[in-house]
Structure formats: C-alpha cells, structure tokens
C-alpha cells in the first residue's frame, strides 16, 4: 500500500479541528508540533490576513487513496479563510514500517 505524509500548519489551538475533520474521512491519527511562524509583513497583505505566530503542525499519515478527501476535509474546515488560517500539503513517502498492514522487518540473514 502506498501512503502520502500530510502536513498542515494552523494558528494554535486549532489542531484539534485538523485531526476530527481528517478522521471524519478515514484518518487514523497524527502528530503535533508546536512551532512559530516566520512570515512578514508582505505576507500579511498579500493573504489578507493577520498572522498568529503561534503555530501547530499536523502530520497525519495516510493511505494514498484518502489523501485527496483529507485535504479538502481540511481545508474546509481550518483553511486560509478560517479563524484556523492553515495551509496543507501533502508528500508522497517511499517506506512506511510500523503500522499495521505494512510489511514485517526482513528476516535477518543466516
């Protein structure tokens, strides 16, 4: 199975709503950083909006035949025209171990 990396960066306090409307579509869970924003005053007007620099980062793995619904999901409901003010991405991952479903470690050799 192949799976893509979600990340979605949203003005604190917000991430809670990123993880319930991606698990509304088949998520399964994610991380949370905390992290600071950098962007300037350009920024600002250019989006129209005031930047928190108090920021969250949600990754959330996910099999690539959901990515498309977790995004949209996402963007609904913390988007850039949300009080949340996130934007998401999404990158595709060669290797995934750990999660149920994925391959096993490989015998080691005799």
Do not use: W
Not at 19 to 37: N, Q
């Amino acid at each position: 199975m192949n799976y893509e990396l979600i990340v979605c960066i949203v003005n604190a306090g917000y991430s809670e709503l990123v993880m319930d409307s991606a698990k509304e579509v088949g998520a399964r869970g994610g991380t949370v950083i905390h992290a600071k924003g950098t962007a300037n005053k350009e920024a600002e007007q250019f989006f129209k909006i005031t930047i928190q620099p108090d920021k969250e980062m949600v990754m959330i793995l996910v099999p690539e035949d959901i990515k498309d619904s977790v995004l949209h999901a996402i963007y609904k409901s913390a988007g850039l025209k949300t009080e949340g003010q996130g934007i998401a991405f999404s990158m595709g991952v060669s290797n995934v171990v750990g999660l149920s479903g994925t391959p096993a470690e490989p015998e080691e050799q005799k």
